[in-house]
């Protein structure tokens, strides 16, 4: 586990190391830490638009005493080789360095509107992606940690439900086409374990558009597949 | 309603006033509501326009680590205020005036770029801000900056090697707010061979 001090201090070692300007998006516990919503996290969660900036930090992490774990399955769908990070293990914590995507969830121009943080140490911008988008990437894991974050993001923070509900509409289309089930079904679990409010009509609009899409699909003699994470 | 609650409520900027129409409460339950909030560091007062203050609400207490980035610096020294469209903290060294000067003009945002021009007069090494400006490509756009400033504030002045420097210096393209260019500071611009995006009205309000 890190907490802020400590994340700072190895995002400073990193760009001192870089050559070139590097940006990335904080997601998960790191962006809430940033946020103040968190003491501290186990793990880093970057990702990347570039695929040059993600090999200048995963070198620099390297050699900075990283190491790249090898064999990730089990974490994440098996089916599926995108979405999948680039761990880099350390004494006592983790980089995930996710490019364009974080396990389905695609970072597209509106996420990117959505920031709200930039942070800069020397030469690695990181931005903090909005607390609605962390909450919707922590829907497509089945972690139990995740799980305590969401809530945690639904207390303490004024989400914005019409964002999640459009984003879920544009992600169906672009991303997992399952996505609207596995938001359902996350939110559900929040509201039944945690007793965090999340309103009627979101859930409702939320199966609208699984329903929808998988009207579309069926056009096409498809279906949705919904894979969920190994516990 | 638990202090949370009230701040979640309150989020963004508010006065007494409103305060106590969005709680529909009185001015006094109002301010004994800001004082609380305040103890547990949900409340940030700005002041506004004749000293009327003004309180930034947020339930989540934010580390202010690292030192103040693009729109704090410039919100905290020039007198053209600017919306920040995010928050921005530089954690490996204090960003020099220079550095913010050429970080404005990088925005191409016309208002970013309009209160950047009052950190000229605060500008200690002009050798720096050449450095800088040059590494970015935007040498010739600070130099005519730096001209239309002088037109209408107190700036500091430009020591002849920077000035040459930047005169001599490369951009990537003459316009420093996309397809903006300016009306009355043509010489300006035929010095530098810029656009420069502002008429005199615009600078006007470094007068008001």
């Known amino acids: ?231 | 309603m638990d202090l949370m609650s009230i701040a979640k409520k309150l989020e963004g900027l508010q006065t007494i006033d409103s305060i106590a129409k969005n709680l529909d409460i009185n001015r006094r339950t109002a301010i004994n509501y800001i004082w609380m909030l305040r103890k547990k560091g949900f409340v940030e007062t700005i002041y506004g326009k004749r000293k009327i203050r003004m309180y930034k609400i947020s339930p989540i207490k934010t580390p202010r680590l690292g030192y103040p980035g693009l729109y704090e610096y410039l919100n905290q020294y020039s007198k053209i205020k600017v919306y920040a469209p995010y928050t921005n903290r530089i954690y490996d060294h204090k960003p020099t005036t220079e550095e913010i000067i050429a970080k404005a003009v990088k925005t191409g945002d016309l208002r970013t770029i309009l209160s950047s021009l009052a950190l000229f007069n605060k500008v200690k090494n002009w050798q720096r801000l050449s450095k800088i400006a040059r590494k970015e490509l935007i040498g010739r756009k600070i130099g005519a900056l730096y001209d239309a400033a002088k037109t209408i504030i107190k700036v500091r002045h430009i020591d002849k090697r920077a000035r040459k420097a930047l005169l001599n210096s490369k951009i990537e393209n003459k316009y420093i707010v996309k397809n903006a260019r300016t009306k009355d500071l043509k010489q300006i611009e035929n010095m530098w061979k810029v656009y420069l995006p502002f008429n005199k009205a615009d600078l006007e309000a470094y007068k008001e």
Not at chain 1, 121 to 145: Q, W
Request: some cysteine; proline content about 2%.
């Open chain 1, 1 to 231: 586990m890190i907490n802020l001090q400590e994340q700072i201090g190895l995002f400073k070692i990193i760009g001192s190391q870089l050559k070139n300007n590097v940006e990335c998006i904080a997601i998960g516990g790191s962006a809430m830490m940033f946020y103040g919503a968190k003491n501290a996290t186990k793990d880093v969660d970057l990702v990347f638009l570039k695929e040059e900036d993600l090999i200048a930090v995963k070198k620099i992490l390297y050699s900075s005493g990283f190491d790249e774990r090898k064999n990730i399955k089990g974490i994440f769908r098996e089916d599926e080789d995108s979405g999948k990070p680039v761990m880099m293990d350390g004494k006592e914590t983790r980089f995930d360095l996710f490019l364009n995507e974080v396990i389905g969830y695609k970072i597209h121009e509106k996420v990117i509107e959505r920031i709200r943080d930039i942070h800069e140490f020397s030469n690695f911008i990181v931005k903090t992606a909005s607390p609605e988008d962390i909450l919707m990437m922590k829907g497509c894991t089945e972690r139990e940690r995740d799980r305590d974050d969401a809530a945690e993001l639904i207390r303490k923070f004024n989400i914005d439900w019409s964002i999640i509900v459009n984003e879920t509409s544009q992600q169906t289309k672009i991303g997992i086409a399952a996505f609207p089930l596995l938001l359902y079904d996350f939110l559900r679990e929040l509201e039944d374990n945690f007793t965090t409010d999340v309103p009627e009509h979101v859930m409702e609009e939320l199966l609208i558009i699984a329903e929808k899409r998988i009207k579309e699909l069926s056009k096409k003699d498809q279906l949705i597949k919904v894979t969920k994470y190994k516990k």
